[in-house]
């Protein structure tokens, strides 16, 4: 099933509406950066994306050193970022933890 392209443009858009994942779009890629309180927590938090990526049959990369967590969502067989990945990051947002200044 072929998804189609988001130009950069409509990113850019679709991030700033009301309700929109709170991500930013860098070199193409939709990007997450979070800290988290210790390294177990990070641990915890990249299984909490996992098995939301595994329910949605879509992956991000993640990144972890030591406390720090980096996402990035795009879609690989499509050549870009697409609804799927926005689709994701909206569910990402809901598991990301609440912490003061610590979710970028």
């Not at 130009?7 to 679709?14: A, K, T």
């Not at 098995?51 to 990369?61: S, V």
Request: proline share 5%.
């Amino acid at each position: 099933m072929s998804r189609p392209v988001l130009e950069d443009g409509e990113v850019r858009r679709l991030l700033g509406e009301e309700g929109a994942p709170y991500w930013e779009l860098t070199g193409g890629a939709l990007v997450k950066k979070v800290r988290c309180p210790s390294f177990r927590a990070a641990l915890d938090f990249a299984c909490a994306v996992g098995e939301l990526a595994e329910a949605a049959d879509h992956h991000p990369d993640i990144d972890i050193r030591y406390r720090n967590v980096t996402l990035s969502l795009v879609t690989h067989d499509a050549g870009g970022i697409t609804q799927s990945d926005l689709d994701l990051a909206r569910q990402i947002d809901r598991v990301t933890p609440d912490l003061s200044g610590g979710v970028s």
